[in-house]
């Protein structure tokens, strides 16, 4: 599974880009109207960084407004996907895009139903929202399962976008479900790096390695290519 960052802020995917773990990245309307900032510049940036798909959202509610403001997104960079959501209008705008090879990531998808429509109508990323189905009691892997198998199935080449990950196991979820990708906001992935076994075994490295000197100054010589091998 693919990992993009879910985020609106330049600043977290400098950070987090260096991990070298990143494919893409999606925003939003929220993410981006956090960061007060220009959009443009932003998704810009983040495209360069992550070197892969962006996804932009449209925030028009018919058909043509979406078409044309996803004509404009993706005009902005290579790497922009045009998020468009889910609703009649947004398959009609999906279609349209598709049909001129404007990739489209179909985003609030909370059924297998609506998945296929949204692979019908031409979306390369479907996105399922994990998080929102959970905040209304619906079991988020049970619906990511069957949006998984509903598209696998079929002849779609659609991949299935795990979205609105709240938590690390969210992300591991999706990955043992076998879905394409999970976009992860950048707390959620700094979460995923913590375990204090992991930070305790560091330290006590460190603490031994310390213990004798000799091995400290071997250390720097390797490194400046004075060790006679
Ligand atoms: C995905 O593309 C969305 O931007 C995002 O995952 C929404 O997450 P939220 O439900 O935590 O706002």
Redesign the pocket.
């Known amino acids: 599974m693919r990992l993009f960052i879910?985020t609106g802020s330049v600043a977290e995917v400098e950070e987090i880009s260096a991990w070298g773990v990143l494919s893409g990245a999606?925003?939003?309307p929220?993410?981006l109207a956090r960061e007060h900032a220009d959009p443009g510049r932003t998704i810009c940036r983040i495209c360069d960084l992550v070197d892969g798909p962006v996804?932009a959202?449209v925030v028009a509610t018919d058909a043509a407004g979406m078409i044309a403001q996803g004509l404009a997104l993706s005009s902005l960079h290579e790497h922009v996907v045009v998020?468009v959501p889910f609703s009649p209008a947004g398959l009609e705008a999906t279609s349209a895009l598709a049909e001129q090879e404007i990739p489209v990531?179909m985003?609030l998808v909370f059924t297998a139903s609506q998945a296929l429509l949204a692979a019908e109508a031409g979306a390369t990323f479907v996105?399922c929202?994990l998080?929102?189905l959970e905040?209304v009691s619906i079991d988020s892997g049970e619906t990511l399962q069957g949006i998984i198998e509903t598209l696998h199935t079929g002849q779609t080449t659609a991949e299935v976008?795990a979205?609105?990950?709240?938590t690390p196991q969210h992300a591991v979820l999706a990955a043992r479900l076998g879905a394409e990708i999970a976009?992860v906001?950048g707390r959620v992935l700094h979460q995923m790096l913590a375990h204090p076994l992991t930070a305790a075994g560091i330290e006590r490295f460190g603490a031994d390695w310390a213990s004798r000197p000799e091995l400290g100054e071997w250390m720097t010589k390797l490194v400046d290519g004075e060790v006679v091998r």
Request: net charge neutral; hydrophobic share 20%.
């Open positions: 879910d999606t925003t939003n929220t993410l996804s959202e998020k990531n985003t996105s929202f998080g929102r905040d976008l979205a609105s990950i709240r976009t906001p």
